[in-house]
């Protein structure tokens, strides 16, 4: 099996900046898309920002320009850097992988969560 566990939320004012990141573990043979989605109460989870196994990477409108999406694949970790933040980034921000493991499987796999809140 493969785990994801986010680490880096928290609390921080308009304008400020943190960074999350998300290691996966396990039986991983290779990890090829990963990313960042987030779900504020009452909305609908959203795609937050991408990257494939080759670097390349996508944003939504809402955050391209603040945030930036990274990866280190030796340590099978993915990161985002969120500047300039605004009270509507307040979410509870999630880590998807897709991920080949156990040599034969594939699948997709997502982390607990962690709550970034934006005050005005």
């Known amino acids: 099996q493969v785990q994801l566990v986010e680490s880096g939320g928290g609390l921080v004012q308009a304008g400020g900046s943190l960074r999350l990141s998300c290691a996966a573990s396990g039986s991983i043979v290779r990890i090829h898309a990963m990313g960042w989605y987030r779900q504020a109460p009452g909305k609908e989870r959203e795609l937050v920002a991408g990257?494939?196994?080759?670097?390349?990477?996508n944003y939504a409108d809402s955050v391209k320009g603040r945030f930036t999406i990274s990866r280190d694949n030796a340590k099978n970790t993915v990161y985002l850097q969120m500047n300039s933040l605004k009270p509507e980034d307040t979410a509870v921000y999630l880590c998807?992988?897709?991920?080949?493991?156990?040599?034969?499987?594939?699948?997709?796999?997502w982390g607990q969560g962690t709550q970034v809140t934006v005050s005005s």
């Open positions: 990257i494939t196994s080759g670097g390349s990477t």
């Open positions: 998807n992988a897709d991920v080949q493991w156990n040599l034969l499987r594939r699948g997709e796999f």
